[in-house]
């Protein structure tokens, strides 16, 4: 298995207890994957809960451990080795680890960040935890789901900006963010200038036979359980309006350009249209949470931010296909297989990638029905592992690191510590005593 955030690990847990011999692979030192590096940070009690969870998983004697190794082109280790390796079937669930742009002008320029970046970085991913960002006072968030909430968050208590502004590309009816979300931002929220932008797109909200009732309530509705205020930061949203491009100063962002869109509805859906009519927003800070797409270098073709599916999937699972496919050999990959956010890039939470890597599983399982049973040769795989030139993660090393982590944050009377570093945790495992 490649990848060990919520649906390998689960998908490993399912395999494992059918009787599969399991080699979870994962690039990061540590498990957990965006349950880790993704939620955001003080929601202790719903990650230690994962992260309980997750020891639970990996406890099982019938799955081996291997963190820091990358598997593709320009990995430690490719999925020609995994099968020179004698694994009978691969199953992918690497996440969804590229970066979606929109491919507008100026997105090189200081100050323009994708919200995976800035999300890892806040969460003390190796190397993001380390990496500088530029965060300014005038921030624009380009999107209106969980994940722009997450990062107004960050900004609003860690960073203290001015103003956010939330970039949406269509009316309020159509922000994708829960309200338990949201109550950690709403009082953040100039009312006055929230009424003042209903007021200013209701006419092209009555052209499709919209109101802005719907929307006003998707977000006012957090209100009743707001959070206490952090910080006097002044957030704000501006619906109807794409962004078009970024501009800038001797190659630092000054200025969002964005373009009024009108609703039409095309094939029973309501899309945005750009209306031609453009602005600028002064900013110092645009990031985008516009979703993630997967990354090709694991080495599975890739269509429209997904790897590929085979379309008539040999194993269905609940009626969907977890099976990787070559439009090079118009075929299914026979031995590759998908799960969680590699299966279908952003959609859901832990729960979802939970069962989406357990139903991977299930696949897997059914394809491996029809494979004469081999012993695996565990010690080439360790073998092969151990050459790779660099520490290799096994369970019991991660086992040290989280005694190391769990010390530290008791001494500190912090909830949890962390090292942002692969160098520290590194570091603090050849220091620590080893653990029985
Ligand atoms: C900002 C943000 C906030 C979120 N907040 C919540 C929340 O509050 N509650 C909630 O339930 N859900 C939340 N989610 C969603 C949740 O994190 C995801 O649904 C879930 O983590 C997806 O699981 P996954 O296993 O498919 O992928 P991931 O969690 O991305 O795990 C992928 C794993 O694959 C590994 N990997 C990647 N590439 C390679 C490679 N080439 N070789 C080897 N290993 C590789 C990575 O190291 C990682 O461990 C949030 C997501 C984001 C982005």
Same mark, same amino acid.
């Given at each position: 298995m490649i990848g060990a955030g919520p649906a390998g690990l689960f998908g490993a847990r399912e395999l494992a207890l059918h009787g599969a011999r399991v080699v979870l692979i994962n690039r990061d030192i540590k498990p957990g994957g965006l349950a880790e590096y993704g939620i955001y940070p003080d929601k202790h009690t719903m990650k230690e809960g994962l992260r309980k969870q997750f020891h639970q998983?990996?406890?099982?004697?019938?799955?081996?451990?291997?963190?820091?190794?990358?598997?593709g082109a @320009?990995?430690?280790?490719?999925?020609?080795?995994?099968?020179?390796?004698?694994? @009978?079937?691969?199953?992918?669930?690497?996440?969804? @680890?590229?970066t979606k742009w929109l491919g507008l002008p100026g997105e090189e320029l200081r100050?323009?960040?994708?919200?995976?970046?800035?999300?890892?970085?806040?969460n003390k991913l190796p190397?993001?935890?380390?990496?500088?960002?530029?965060?300014?006072?005038?921030?624009?968030?380009?999107?209106?789901?969980?994940?722009?909430?997450?990062?107004?968050?960050?900004?609003?208590? #860690?960073?203290?900006?001015? #103003?956010?502004v939330s970039i949406v590309?269509?009316?309020?009816? #159509?922000?994708?963010?829960?309200?338990?979300?949201?109550?950690h931002i709403i009082a953040n929220l100039d009312i006055n200038a929230f009424e003042a932008e209903l007021r200013r797109v209701l006419p092209a909200l009555q052209a499709v036979g919209e109101g802005s009732d719907v929307g006003r309530e998707k977000v006012l509705?957090?209100? !009743?359980?707001?959070? !206490?205020?952090?910080?006097?930061?002044?957030?704000?949203? #501006?619906?109807?309006?794409? !962004?078009?491009?970024?501009?800038?100063?001797?190659?630092?962002?000054?200025?969002?350009?964005?373009?009024?869109?009108?609703l039409v509805s095309k094939d029973g859906q309501l899309k945005s249209q750009g209306t031609g009519r453009k602005r600028?927003?002064?900013?110092?800070?645009?990031?985008?949470?516009?979703?993630?797409?997967?990354?090709?270098?694991?080495?599975? !073709?890739?269509?429209?931010?997904?790897?590929i599916k085979n379309t008539a999937p040999r194993y269905p699972i609940e009626g969907l296909s977890y099976e990787a496919f070559d439009p090079a050999t118009n075929a299914p990959i026979p031995d590759v297989f998908v799960g969680g956010w590699s299966r279908q890039a952003s959609e859901g939470l832990v729960g979802l990638a939970r069962k989406d890597g357990t139903n991977a599983a299930k696949a897997v399982l059914e394809y491996l029905q029809g494979l004469p049973s081999v012993q695996p040769d565990l010690q080439a795989v360790a073998d092969r592992m151990h050459g790779l030139q660099k520490p290799i993660i096994t369970k019991s090393v991660l086992k040290k690191l989280e005694a190391v982590e769990e010390a530290e944050a008791v001494r500190l009377g912090?909830?949890?510590?962390?090292?942002?570093?692969?160098e520290e945790m590194l570091q603090a495992i050849e220091l620590a005593e080893p653990i029985h």
């Open positions: 998983v990996l406890d099982n004697e019938d799955i081996t451990y291997y963190g820091n190794v990358r598997v @320009q990995g430690d280790l490719t999925l020609a080795d995994l099968r020179a390796l004698g694994f @009978q079937a691969i199953l992918v669930t690497a996440g969804a @680890q590229g100050g323009v960040y994708h919200a995976k970046d800035v999300v890892y970085h806040y190397p993001f935890g380390e990496r500088k960002f530029y965060f300014g006072k005038r921030c624009a968030i380009i999107g209106a789901g969980n994940v722009m909430v997450d990062i107004s968050r960050f900004l609003i208590r #860690e960073m203290k900006v001015d #103003e956010i590309r269509r009316g309020p009816a #159509e922000v994708n963010f829960t309200r338990e979300e949201m109550k509705g957090a209100l !009743p359980k707001a959070d !206490p205020k952090f910080a006097d930061t002044r957030f704000r949203f #501006e619906f109807l309006t794409s !962004p078009v491009a970024m501009l800038g100063e001797n190659g630092i962002l000054t200025k969002l350009e964005v373009e009024d869109n009108i600028t927003l002064d900013v110092d800070t645009v990031i985008f949470a516009i979703g993630d797409k997967v990354e090709p270098s694991v080495g599975l !073709p890739v269509k429209s931010n997904e790897f912090i909830p949890e510590f962390k090292f942002a570093t692969n």
